[in-house]
């Protein structure tokens, strides 16, 4: 496919998805500078995030992860709470121009688009031929719209909903193994594992799991000595990931030395987030016709699947 075509095609595909993002949040978008989606619990926090970001390195110059805003004088460690730096960054720029609201609707509706668009190039990339081309949108489609990461996004938890960098590291580890010479994989595999961890740090280490999985399933399927390219490589994007990581793992190691670990015991919330299967096909709770078929279920986390 020519360069010009593989654009065009590729816009247009971003233009779909945007539509969609658009109709499947409405009413946001006739709100967009003046509300965001949540339940007043989390999405205040999160957008209060974006100006804290702003506030603390661009009018403060001072580290975002120290705040005296709160418990003044003494102030606050914002290391395990979820900043969404990412997020933050991004809304450095936009927030003078559309302002504070729209800048953090501009990065959810953003999020849609590329998880959509990420995981519309990871199948794209697995299948063997073009001829199946509408599987890899109707791909994107599934993953970004489904009614689990919906669910999040309209109750406000932001940092949950940033699942867009997911398939583009899944896409570039793939890559990484079968081409192991090539070192612009190697490098936005660690670009994006960097990305997740610092957008939700929860999805890196879900990642990283997902890494060691992969890792071993082709060293069963071809053997330590043809499978050292690519742990070689993957050496290296660790490597990468902890260096760019660094800042905030060695603050959260301070903080653990001096107030012990953040283990929860108990249930947590495990009985509410945990998903099943056709959790992720069924609607959520919020839809607007879900008392025809809802009703909440309470169990036991027997702490294994």
């Keep these: 496919m020519g360069k010009c075509v593989w654009w065009k095609r590729d816009l247009a595909i971003l233009g779909l998805y945007l539509l969609l993002a658009i109709i499947l949040t409405y009413p946001l978008v006739l709100h967009f500078t003046t509300h965001v989606p949540g339940d007043g619990s989390d999405d205040p926090a999160l957008v209060w995030n974006l100006w804290w970001v702003k506030h603390a390195l661009v009018d403060l110059g001072a580290n975002p992860f120290d705040c005296d805003f709160m418990f003044h004088p003494i102030g606050i460690d914002l290391t395990f709470y979820t900043l969404t730096i990412v997020n933050g960054l991004i809304s450095v720029v936009l927030q003078p121009i559309i302002g504070?609201?729209?800048?953090?609707?501009?990065?959810?509706?953003?999020?849609?688009?590329?998880?959509?668009?990420?995981?519309?190039?990871?199948?794209?990339?697995?299948?063997?031929?073009?001829?199946?081309?509408?599987?890899?949108?109707?791909?994107?489609?599934?993953?970004?719209?489904?009614?689990?990461?919906?669910?999040?996004?309209?109750?406000?938890?932001?940092?949950?909903?940033?699942?867009?960098?997911?398939?583009?590291?899944?896409?570039?580890?793939?890559?990484?193994?079968?081409?192991?010479?090539?070192?612009?994989?190697?490098?936005?595999?660690?670009?994006?594992?960097?990305?997740?961890?610092?957008?939700?740090?929860?999805?890196?280490?879900?990642?990283?799991?997902?890494?060691?999985?992969?890792?071993?399933?082709?060293?069963?399927?071809?053997?330590?000595?043809?499978?050292?390219?690519?742990?070689r490589n993957l050496a290296f994007v660790g490597i990468i990931f902890l260096l760019g990581m660094s800042p905030v793992l060695y603050r959260m190691v301070r903080v653990m030395a001096v107030e012990g670990d953040f283990l929860v015991e108990g249930l947590g919330f495990a009985n509410v987030f945990s998903a099943d299967v056709l959790g992720f096909l069924v609607p959520s709770h919020l839809h607007p016709l879900s008392d025809l078929w809802r009703k909440r279920f309470d169990f036991s986390y027997l702490n294994f699947v």
């Design 100 to 231: 504070l609201v729209a800048t953090s609707n501009f990065i959810l509706l953003t999020s849609f688009v590329l998880s959509a668009y990420g995981a519309y190039l990871l199948v794209r990339y697995l299948l063997p031929s073009e001829a199946l081309a509408v599987v890899p949108f109707i791909s994107g489609l599934i993953y970004a719209f489904s009614s689990n990461r919906l669910i999040y996004a309209s109750l406000g938890q932001f940092n949950i909903a940033s699942t867009q960098w997911i398939p583009f590291y899944v896409l570039f580890l793939m890559k990484t193994h079968r081409h192991p010479n090539r070192l612009r994989y190697l490098l936005l595999a660690a670009v994006f594992l960097l990305l997740n961890g610092y957008s939700e740090l929860t999805y890196a280490s879900f990642l990283i799991i997902l890494t060691a999985i992969y890792l071993l399933y082709w060293v069963a399927a071809d053997g330590w000595k043809r499978s050292l390219p690519f742990l």
